[in-house]
């Protein structure tokens, strides 16, 4: 970093020694004469563009896999579900509650805690319990099946909860923020003052797309927590499904967690 800023700012002060000393010498030209600030706010325009389009495409790709995460957790539950209906009533009994449990603890405890990019310990409770409840079932048909879905929660959990936190760094988003405020700064100073109603609609309708732009990369950034948000809709479907195969034996009281997915009290 520190070289980038030496570099630029030697180029910066050697562009300027140029124009008070080369310049007379190359150009022919009134040392009146030259760019116009007009004329420096197209680049800047340009490069302002490049980065909101270059960042967006972060944060909408951080999106995309924090969706495909999502679903990849709900189905590796389901698989888990499913499985257990292998293994021996006793331990299937115990799988499928703790399905439940799991499910319910991400849906309830640990989707709202992602909006501000955190985690839950709740659901740690339920996938630990999980392993505990394979141990038994060790060269059974069902134990690689169960391991294996159970690998893939844990791998999709994990990916869900760092895509839960910002892909764009805070300095990178007021660093657009200032190249924003600038560029609209120097269009504005550009237009005639005079019978401009055009470029003043015009002006304003680049702000808005340009802000518009820049609050899309903002809440897209966080897939749990703005406004086109990630709903824990395929987690709360593993959920009913893996309660209705509980349920099916057994009854409510008899699952291990109550309605936050928080273990009972015994």
Sequence with gaps: MVLV?????AALLAGLAANRFLRPRLLSEDDDTGMAVKDLVGPLLTLTVLLLAFVMVTATGSYGKAEVAARGEARAVDQITEAAEYAPMAHKTRIQADTVCYAR???VQEWPAMADGNG???PSVWSTDLRNSFRPLEGEPAFGMLVAADNKRSEEREERLTQATASVP?????FLLATLTITVVALGTCIPRRNNRGQVITLVVITALLATTLCIIRDVDRPFGGIVDVQPTAIAEAERQATRDFLAHHTAAALPCDDQGNRRNT
Excluded at 170 to 174: N, Q
């Design 5 to 9: 800023i030496v570099v630029v700012a």
């Design 170 to 174: 805070s300095a990178i988003f007021y």
């Design 120 to 122: 839950s310990p709740a």
């Design 105 to 107: 603890a991400v849906r």
